[in-house]
C-alpha cells in the first residue's frame, strides 16, 4: 500500500486535509488522506518511532484524559475512582453474549489502568487468566492487583493464546503501516472459538464534516463503521456484531432529537448527536475446532 491508498478498502484517497486543530509540535504539519468509498481517515506520513515515543511520554502526559487516580486498592474499591467502567462493563457483556465458551484466557490490548481486567474477573470470569499490552509503566500496579500479567507489546504476549481480546480506544493510535501487521497477530493469538471486541471513536470525516473543527490529537487513523469492520475482514476476522455506540455531545432522547432537529434546519451536520464510538466482535467460532488448553 501507498501513503496515497487506504489500508481498508485500497481505494485511492479523494482528499487531504490539514490535522484537526493540532496542539503539539509532531502533529501539527500532519495531513489526513480522505477514502471517499469506507470513510477510513489516515495520517499519511509516516511518523519516527523515537519521536512518537518521546511525545507519549511527554506532551501526550500533559493532555492526558486521566485525571489524578488514588492508589491501585483504593481505585478498584470505588467505581467513581474507575476511568469509564460503563463502558467497560458493555464491553464485556457484549463479550459474554458471543463467547461460545467461558474464556480461560483473556487479553487487553491497551489495558491501561485495568478496569477492564478487573470487572472481567470480578464481574464475569473469576478463573480467568487476565494478560496486559501496556507499555506504560506508571500502569504496572494498577494491573498487578488485578492479577494481570504485564507485557509490552503483542510479542511478549505470543506465548499463550485467548478466548478474548479486548481492544478499546487503542486502534487509532497506530500508523497505517502498523495496522495491518498487528490485526494479523491478534488473529493469530486467538484460540480457536476466540473473539476480538474492539472499540474506536467513530470519526467519519465524510458523514460528519464537522469533526474537523475538534481536536482529536493523538489520533492517527480515523474510522467510520464501514471501514472499521473492512479493516478486520482484511486481516481475516470475520465480523459477528457491529455497531455505533454512544452520544459525543448530548445525553438523552429529547435532547439529542431537538438538537438533531435544530442542526438540520440550520443545514449543518448532525455531529452533535452522531453516535461516537464504533464497536465491533470479530473473529468468528470455529465449532469444529477444540478451544487450545
Same mark, same amino acid.
Given at each position: 500500500?501507498?501513503?496515497?491508498?487506504?489500508?481498508?478498502?485500497?481505494?485511492?484517497?479523494?482528499?487531504?486535509?490539514?490535522?484537526?486543530?493540532?496542539?503539539?509540535?509532531?502533529?501539527? +504539519?500532519?495531513?489526513?488522506?480522505?477514502?471517499?468509498?469506507?470513510?477510513? &481517515?489516515?495520517?499519511?506520513?509516516?511518523?519516527?518511532? !523515537?519521536?512518537? $515515543?518521546?511525545?507519549?511520554? !511527554?506532551?501526550? =502526559?500533559?493532555? =492526558?484524559?486521566?485525571? !489524578?487516580?488514588?492508589?491501585?486498592?483504593?481505585?478498584?474499591?470505588?467505581?467513581?475512582?474507575?476511568?469509564?467502567?460503563?463502558?467497560?462493563?458493555?464491553?464485556?457483556?457484549?463479550?459474554?453474549?458471543?463467547?461460545?465458551?467461558?474464556?480461560?484466557?483473556?487479553? +487487553?490490548?491497551?489495558?491501561?489502568?485495568?478496569?477492564?481486567?478487573?470487572?472481567?474477573?470480578?464481574?464475569?470470569?473469576?478463573?480467568?487468566?487476565?494478560?496486559?499490552?501496556?507499555? +506504560?509503566?506508571?500502569?504496572?500496579?494498577?494491573?498487578?492487583?488485578?492479577?494481570?500479567?504485564?507485557?509490552?507489546?503483542?510479542? !511478549?504476549?505470543?506465548?499463550?493464546?485467548?478466548?478474548?481480546?479486548?481492544?478499546? $480506544?487503542?486502534?487509532? $493510535?497506530?500508523?497505517?503501516?502498523?495496522?495491518?501487521?498487528?490485526?494479523?497477530?491478534?488473529?493469530?493469538?486467538?484460540?480457536?472459538?476466540?473473539?476480538?471486541?474492539?472499540?474506536?471513536?467513530?470519526?467519519?470525516?465524510?458523514?460528519?464534516?464537522?469533526?474537523? &473543527?475538534?481536536?482529536?490529537?493523538?489520533?492517527?487513523?480515523?474510522?467510520?463503521?464501514? /471501514?472499521?469492520?473492512?479493516?478486520?475482514?482484511?486481516?481475516?476476522?470475520?465480523?459477528?456484531?457491529?455497531?455505533?455506540? *454512544? /452520544?459525543?455531545?448530548?445525553? *438523552?432522547?429529547?435532547?439529542?432529537?431537538?438538537?438533531?432537529?435544530?442542526?438540520?434546519?440550520?443545514?449543518?451536520?448532525?455531529?452533535?448527536?452522531?453516535?461516537?464510538?464504533?464497536?465491533?466482535?470479530? *473473529?468468528?467460532?470455529?465449532?469444529?475446532?477444540?478451544?487450545? /488448553?
Amino acid at each position: 500500500m501507498t501513503a496515497s491508498t487506504c489500508i481498508s478498502c485500497s481505494s485511492e484517497f479523494a482528499r487531504v486535509i490539514d490535522y484537526p486543530m493540532p496542539v503539539s509540535e509532531l502533529f501539527s +504539519d500532519l495531513k489526513i488522506g480522505l477514502c471517499p468509498k469506507c470513510g477510513l &481517515g489516515a495520517v499519511l506520513s509516516q511518523i519516527d518511532a !523515537q519521536r512518537l $515515543h518521546l511525545y507519549y511520554e !511527554q506532551d501526550y =502526559a500533559k493532555l =492526558a484524559k486521566r485525571h !489524578q487516580r488514588p492508589a491501585p486498592a483504593a481505585y478498584f474499591a470505588d467505581p467513581a475512582h474507575m476511568f469509564k467502567p460503563q463502558r467497560s462493563r458493555s464491553q464485556l457483556r457484549l463479550a459474554a453474549s458471543h463467547l461460545s465458551c467461558t474464556p480461560r484466557r483473556i487479553l +487487553d490490548l491497551g489495558a491501561g489502568f485495568g478496569t477492564t481486567l478487573h470487572l472481567a474477573r470480578a464481574e464475569f470470569w473469576p478463573e480467568a487468566e487476565l494478560t496486559a499490552i501496556e507499555p +506504560d509503566l506508571s500502569m504496572a500496579p494498577y494491573l498487578h492487583t488485578v492479577g494481570a500479567e504485564v507485557v509490552p507489546g503483542i510479542e !511478549q504476549a505470543a506465548q499463550n493464546s485467548y478466548n478474548l481480546i479486548i481492544a478499546s $480506544h487503542v486502534l487509532e $493510535h497506530y500508523q497505517a503501516f502498523e495496522i495491518m501487521e498487528l490485526l494479523h497477530s491478534v488473529r493469530k493469538l486467538l484460540a480457536p472459538r476466540g473473539i476480538v471486541v474492539a472499540e474506536v471513536p467513530n470519526s467519519d470525516f465524510a458523514a460528519y464534516p464537522d469533526i474537523a &473543527g475538534h481536536s482529536h490529537e493523538p489520533h492517527l487513523l480515523f474510522f467510520s463503521q464501514e /471501514s472499521f469492520t473492512s479493516l478486520f475482514k482484511a486481516c481475516g476476522l470475520p465480523i459477528l456484531f457491529a455497531s455505533t455506540v *454512544g /452520544s459525543l455531545r448530548y445525553r *438523552g432522547l429529547v435532547a439529542g432529537v431537538v438538537e438533531k432537529l435544530r442542526r438540520r434546519l440550520a443545514g449543518g451536520s448532525e455531529y452533535g448527536v452522531h453516535r461516537s464510538a464504533v464497536r465491533i466482535v470479530a *473473529g468468528a467460532p470455529r465449532h469444529d475446532e477444540m478451544s487450545r /488448553s
